[in-house]
């Protein structure tokens, strides 16, 4: 199995990936048979930065679960509006 056949099951979730030439926290949000469609994560104002698309075979590791992702979505969430604050 192909990486990129794994990665279809992670679309719209946020993982930590490492490509070629960077790294990042972000958002896998669409996962093709030559490239990948990756928004990445500013871990200092979390907030999405940029959006890259990625050779697929370039893409070198892919973390999907771990003390550190957890951590960023817990930050990420927190900068989430509550329904209690739209009322």
């Known amino acids: 199995m192909l990486l990129v056949h794994k ?5 719209r979730q946020v993982v930590f990936m490492r490509w070629a030439s960077s ?3 972000g958002r ?3 996962v093709g048979g030559d490239f990948v469609e990756f928004e990445v994560l500013d871990v200092e104002t979390m907030e999405y930065s940029e959006k890259v698309l990625i050779n697929a075979q370039l893409v070198l590791e892919v973390v999907v679960r771990g003390s550190d992702i ?4 817990v930050e990420y969430s927190s900068t989430l509006p ?3 604050s739209e009322s």
């Open 7 to 11: 990665l279809k099951q992670f679309e």
């Open 23 to 25: 790294e990042g926290y």
């Open 28 to 30: 896998i949000n669409y």
């Open 70 to 73: 957890s951590r960023v979505l």
């Open 82 to 84: 509550s329904p209690e």
